[in-house]
């Protein structure tokens, strides 16, 4: 009937591994790293060997701001949903003085700029020439692409009742 009583844990007197803990999982944050794609995608992707970086710095996810080991591990990472979702949040323009100044009053309103925006090349690739783009969504395409798939589905819910009958 009795169990052994545990100790209850303080947190009391812990606030120099606090501060720690805080900064060590800190990540760049989207407007860097869309600075990042914009002017230093090419010498990201090509890196120095650095021994002090995981991989030698050799495989570095330019999205993600992240170093992996190999290359397997790089193109495992592509197909995350971490990655996706870093890329769909990096689909919005970023936060700009511009936009806050707008927010204050100064100034109208702005529907923030959607993009397209693709995973980066490999290492391959990126030696042949190939870079990151970034493109403007329009649109005319965005509304193109909400009304694709409801079409479809229709098409093919028609076909499965013609097949039941």
């Given amino acids: 009937m009795g169990m052994v009583q545990k100790r209850k844990k303080m947190h009391y007197g812990d606030t120099h591994l606090q501060r720690r803990w805080r900064v060590r999982n800190r990540r760049r944050d989207l407007d860097q790293i ?47 949903k971490v990655h996706k979702r870093r890329l769909k949040a990096l689909e919005t323009e970023p936060y700009s003085i511009e936009e806050s100044e707008r927010a204050a009053g100064r100034g109208s309103f702005k529907q923030p700029k959607k993009r397209v925006i693709e995973t980066q090349p490999s ?22 692409e909400e009304d694709a798939p409801t079409t479809s589905a229709k098409k093919t819910r028609k076909r499965a009742k013609k097949t039941e009958t």
């Fill in 34 to 80: 869309d600075d990042d794609m914009r002017n230093r995608s090419g010498e990201l992707i090509n890196q120095s060997v650095d021994l002090d970086k995981p991989g030698f710095a050799q495989f570095y996810c330019v999205h993600c701001a992240k170093y992996f080991i190999d290359d397997r591990s790089m193109q495992a990472h592509f197909r995350t």
């Fill in 123 to 144: 290492k391959e690739e990126a030696k042949a020439g190939k870079r990151i783009k970034i493109e403007e969504k329009t649109e005319d395409s965005s509304a193109m």
